[in-house]
């Protein structure tokens, strides 16, 4: 079965630093990898995602993720954060059943706390 | 304006009395999905439907229930609610599997 896993559950960083969040997964063939953000008492949005093709993906508000097969990683990158890039991460990864493929597999979270 | 809706956005219910969340999408997406979201658990997805009359259960599908009867359409059932099905849940749609899903806003449902 797949799974997803971000070793951090709170980040801290200053305004202006750069950011990186890190997500594993495991996963047989070639997954599909998102990352989405939630910001307070919102729904998700996605940020990017890594479906086949270059490596490294570029996504919204200025961040970009690198796949990288050899470490079963997918982590979120930024070069300089914002105040209001304060929000919850999540990883997730395409999941298959028996059937044919739907759904995601999400990590637990990663909680970004930007320092002024 | 392309979106996922639900209703309601909050519930206060009481143990055994059956409530439905609707979702709907008008994106005109095939596959749609119910996740739950639990402090320190993340998302785990609870039924998920690749088209009409096509459901299939997720990590957590346990006192729920869905129905497929119509593409834009994708009510959550809980015949018989449970303090620990108290939750914020999500629905949301996509139109192919490696579509980054749109999301719902979300129901946030007590269960008392």
């Known amino acids: 079965a797949q799974s997803v896993t971000q070793p951090d559950i709170h980040i801290t960083v200053s305004e202006g630093a750069s950011l990186e969040l890190r997500c594993n997964y495991s996963?047989?063939?070639?997954?599909?990898l998102f990352w989405y953000v939630q910001s307070p008492g919102q729904g998700l949005q996605l940020l990017l995602k890594?479906?086949?093709?270059?490596?490294l993906v570029q996504g919204i508000k200025g961040f970009e993720a690198e796949f990288k097969r050899s470490q079963s990683s997918f982590n979120l990158r930024k070069p300089s954060v914002h105040w209001s890039d304060a929000a919850e991460y999540f990883c997730?990864?395409?999941?298959?059943?028996?059937?044919?493929?739907?759904?995601?597999?999400f990590g637990k979270g990663t909680h970004l706390i930007i320092q002024p | 304006e392309a979106q996922v809706t639900q209703n309601p956005r909050y519930l206060i219910t009481v143990t055994g009395k059956k409530l439905t969340v609707t979702c709907s999408q008008n994106?005109?997406?095939?596959?749609m999905s119910w996740y739950r979201q639990d402090p320190g658990l993340g998302l785990r997805q609870i039924y998920y439907s690749m088209n009409v009359e096509v459901t299939d259960k997720g990590d957590v599908p346990e006192g729920y229930k869905v129905s497929r009867k119509e593409k834009r359409n994708f009510p959550l059932i809980l015949e018989s609610p449970s303090p620990n099905q108290t939750s914020l849940y999500f629905c949301?749609?996509?139109?192919?599997?490696?579509?980054?899903?749109?999301f719902g806003p979300g129901t946030r449902l007590t269960v008392l």
């Open positions: 949301a749609s996509s139109s192919s599997v490696s579509s980054g899903r749109e």
């Open positions: 890594y479906f086949s093709g270059d490596t």
């Open positions: 997730a990864v395409g999941r298959y059943s028996g059937g044919g493929a739907d759904g995601l597999t």
């Open positions: 994106m005109n997406h095939e596959y």
């Open positions: 996963y047989g063939a070639t997954p599909y």
